[in-house]
């Protein structure tokens, strides 16, 4: 689950609410690089429903390329954790504050304050590029110049790539599973063991293997990748609070088991356990 902490539509809250009207047991609030969600979520929550400290890491992997790294049962209070979600923020800020001089100098306007409407745990690449949008930035820029700078604002930078974003979670007392595997590859929903074994090799527990693929179709083909990979499984429905045409959102439309809840427990447990007995 995705609050307004980071890009979701809900307040934290607002996102209980709604998952304790759709009679749920368990949530995680995973919001994008931020942590701030979590108390708000766990404080509005009544004994009927638990809300997991999660996180949704953004990790760098093979160049520039991206993946999502979800974070269950997280010490939210981890130093390290911490530490590396603030790098994160500043490096990001650092590139804003590039990509926006870069705007000046071609003669476009558009400040800082400008891109606080967007959904985003803080202004990144993709409030660059709305913001670029809506203030006429791309319309006003001398020939080739647009182009550079759309390209500009999507090249992120990344505080962490995945072996690292994978052992931050660990050290949380955490476990780690790969987020909707499905959109790793452009075009391609359905991946091999084979495609998905060098990012399994960094250390994740899990897969995801319930995820929003509509009707739920990609679900028996990821369990049967876990179990050839010897990973466990996750799942859930990565909703955002929006609504389709039926007024309708995500939450609650991809339930998952109670046994796969009780499995990652057990695995974070067995892996704070673990770090006790090295530590000492």
Known sequence: MHTTAS????????????????????????????????AEAQSAASP????IPGVELTARW????SIHVLGYFLDIGNAALQTALRRAEDLMAQHVDAVLDEIGQAGGKLRREDLDRYRHRYAGGA??????????????????????LLRLAALEPRAYGVAQAVRLIHDAGG?????????????????????????VACGFDAIEAWQWIPGGWGSDHYR????????MVSGGSDDHGK???????????????????EALRSRAQQLRADGLRTSQ
Do not use: W, Y
């Not at 307040?11 to 931020?34: C, F, K, N, W, Y």
């Not at 790793?184 to 091999?192: K, Q, Y």
């Not at 049967?224 to 990973?231: K, N, T």
């Open 48 to 51: 009927d429903l638990e809300v």
């Open 175 to 199: 476990v780690a599973s790969l987020a909707h595997p499905s959109r790793i590859t452009r075009g391609e929903p359905l991946l091999s063991a084979d495609a998905l074994r060098p990012l």
């Open 127 to 148: 409030a660059l590029v709305l913001g670029m949008l809506e203030h006429g930035v791309l319309r006003g820029a001398p020939p080739g110049t647009g182009f550079r």
């Open 224 to 231: 049967a990748i876990a179990q050839e990979l010897d990973v």
């Open 7 to 38: 890009d979701g539509r809900l307040s934290p809250t607002e996102v209980v609410q709604a998952a304790a009207e759709r009679g749920l047991e368990a949530i995680a609030i995973t919001d994008h690089d931020v942590l701030s969600g979590i």
């Open 62 to 65: 093979e160049g520039r390329r």
């Open 243 to 261: 609504r389709n045409a039926k007024g309708q959102m995500r939450l609650g439309a991809q339930q998952v088991g109670i046994e796969v809840l």
